[in-house]
């Protein structure tokens, strides 16, 4: 049988690259799918490491409507995403949210896979939730992709600092938020077990779910001891000046720039729902803390 086009927008970022990682080593969608990548520059390294593995590279413009058509052409399955922070504007990612769904109806995809978020109010969020609220009027099959806070930002912009720059010693972790706000973590890698229910199943049961991914809700206070168990140092949680915390809850914090951890009302059976429906475990934060201690370190 002819393995069905799988077109995947941000195949050189991180969640279009952990998801062809994904599909690329899957025993059963490694058969069903050939896999499309689409990127900005696809003489890059990284979209020519992908072309390597068999990933077919295509150049679109996401603020290109025409492009985008040129690019899920003959797609049988497409996972749409946009990223806020290039444009800064809600207006101009809810456009090319769109214009990616657009497509995708065009080139008579089956099914589009949304990377959206909940509605609170953030302009970050409600773009994603206005470009979800438009697939659902569209006549397409589709499932709707909802992230919590990414592990892996604690590699880049939230990684703990050294007590050296506070005039300390050890190590330490600045937040935003309260001690005990209750943060959505999930681990990007972990994509494709969130998708798995939807592509074995895209015409009934899943058509239309919101699959909240995140493998628990855990505090930052936790987090540290995790850090301070596995790497044998001394790891505290700070709060960084200003009113960026906020009450603590069931769906995280609310006020400030802890919204940023506010995942929407009824956050925490939807991730128990969605877990449910799932094959395989996803990754504790324990877990993903042992693996970068292992292949890297946490502090050198």
Known sequence: MERQLFTIYGATGQQGGALIRYLLKHPR???????????RD???????????????MVEADMNDPDSLKRAT???????????????GS????TQQGKAQADAAVQAGAQAIIWSSLPRIGLPNFDSKADVEEYIRSLSIKAAFYRPGW????????????????RGGGGQGDR???EAHTLVPLVDNEDIGKYLQPFLDDV???????????????????????????????????????????????????????????????????????????????TTSWE??????????????
Request: net charge negative.
């Open 150 to 165: 990414f592990m892996q930002n604690h590699l880049t912009f939230s990684k703990p600092v050294e007590e050296e720059e």
């Open 90 to 93: 809600r207006e101009i990612e």
């Open 203 to 281: 015409e009934e049961k899943y058509d239309g779910v919101g699959l909240t991914a995140c493998s628990a809700f855990v505090t930052p206070v936790h987090m540290c001891e995790v850090w301070s168990r596995v790497t044998g140092k001394v790891v505290k949680f700070e709060k960084e000046g200003g009113d960026g915390g906020g009450v603590t809850g069931g769906g995280g914090a609310r006020g400030g720039d802890g919204d940023s951890w506010y995942y929407g009302e009824g956050s925490r059976k939807a991730m128990e729902w969605t877990l449910a429906q799932m094959e395989e475990k």
């Open 29 to 39: 969608f490694s058969k069903i799918y050939k896999l499309r990548g689409i990127t």
């Open 73 to 87: 052409q003959g797609s049988h399955i497409v996972f749409a995403m946009t990223d806020f922070w290039l444009s």
């Open 42 to 56: 696809s003489s890059k390294p990284r979209a020519q490491a992908l072309a390597q593995q068999g990933v077919v």
């Open 287 to 300: 877990e993903f803390v042992e693996r970068v201690e292992g292949e890297e370190a946490w502090f050198r």
């Open 175 to 177: 937040g935003r938020c």
